[in-house]
């Protein structure tokens, strides 16, 4: 999520992936998977000889899968690029979601993705042991991606190396708001004794990354939910206007200047490690190749640039291939 991530829990307890990035990467699914399917054959190639296969060996074809939203199409393309930097041809193909892409991955149809550590380790736990499975996610980031690789080996998926850029949900307030009472971060809003309404869904009532956790780790009086959504224009014109006080975003929201708005520091670590990484499917892109033409550029993004690219596409209006061809070129990765 930006539209809209997953739900996270208290600082030191497990805790689930959050609201925020679930509503953004795990829209409702349409069409049916037969005609998924074969819209992905078609756009890899066919089958996985054609694409090289032998664990993404030689310069064969890889298929980067992109989600429906602005940060998942730049990372996309940032794949994509790289990749063909290493002689792959590579192209992207959009789904909707999660539930659409993964198991097409697990398959082979789509080769590459990128992802979200805790969210993805807790979509894979979902998927293995329930929806009400103890949580595997963590604020730690390693605990979280060994969590990750653990559940998705079997699965035939590899996890690469996560990278700085992180996009995990996040908590903003107006500028003048944070002036005012002295705020830096979360635990300054809860020793300021403010009580606050917070423009987010309505999840965010028992989603424990949300009010339960503001409440539980930082002492902060929530005295509502105003459900506007996470991180709409909608929830942050009603934070700047002074109806609600606290607004529930992402760290790479991009939006946020143009609002007056400020994030304020998850210091008790609240939320999850949601670091940016690619998973591949271990036969058709699991070679040293592949994951070395990826980690140059996950060493290299950060959060900062992130958002900045998330800005040049949601406010300048510019297309995501060309940002993120923008982006490897200044960087030396194209």
């Not at 790289?82 to 991955?105: F, H, I, M, Q, S």
């Not at 459900?227 to 606290?246: E, N, R």
């Amino acid at each position: 999520m930006a539209p809209t991530p997953t739900s996270r829990s208290p600082h030191r307890t497990p805790r689930p992936a959050g609201p925020a990035r679930r509503s953004r990467r795990t829209l409702a699914a349409g069409g049916t998977a037969a005609a998924l399917a074969l819209s992905l054959a078609a756009c890899s190639g066919g089958d996985l000889e054609e694409k090289g296969g032998g664990g993404g060996g030689g310069k064969g074809s890889l298929v980067v899968g992109s989600a429906g939203f602005t940060e998942s199409q730049i990372l996309a393309e940032l794949y994509s690029g790289a990749l063909r930097k290493a002689g792959y041809k590579a192209t992207v193909k959009k789904v909707k979601n999660r539930e659409l892409y993964e198991p097409e991955l697990e398959k082979g149809r789509i080769d590459v993705v990128p992802e979200y550590a805790a969210t993805m380790a807790e979509f894979l736990n979902a998927k293995k042991n329930g929806p009400k499975a103890e949580p595997v996610a963590s604020p730690d980031s390693d605990e979280t991606v060994a969590a990750l690789r653990k559940l998705a080996g079997p699965r035939g998926l590899k996890v690469l190396d996560p990278g700085k850029a992180v996009d995990q949900n996040a908590f903003a307030v107006s500028k003048e708001y944070a002036r005012k009472h002295k705020l830096t971060t979360l635990s300054d809003l809860g020793d300021s004794k403010q009580s606050v309404t917070v423009a987010a869904g309505d999840e965010c009532e028992t989603r424990p990354f949300c009010r339960p956790g503001l409440e539980k780790t930082y002492g902060i009086e929530v005295k509502g939910i105003d459900p506007k959504g996470v991180g709409t224009s909608q929830s942050k014109q009603a934070v700047k206007d002074g109806k609600d006080q606290l607004v529930l975003t992402t760290t790479t929201d991009a939006t946020l200047a143009q609002f007056g708005l400020v994030l304020l520091k998850d210091d008790k670590k609240l939320q999850n490690a949601d670091n940016v990484l690619p998973v591949v499917n271990a036969k058709s892109a699991g070679s040293k190749k592949v994951a070395a033409a990826l980690s140059k550029l996950t060493r290299t993004l950060t959060t900062k640039d992130l958002t900045e690219l998330n800005r040049k596409v949601d406010q300048e209006r510019l297309k995501p291939a060309d940002v993120a061809e923008d982006y490897l070129k200044e960087k030396g990765l194209a």
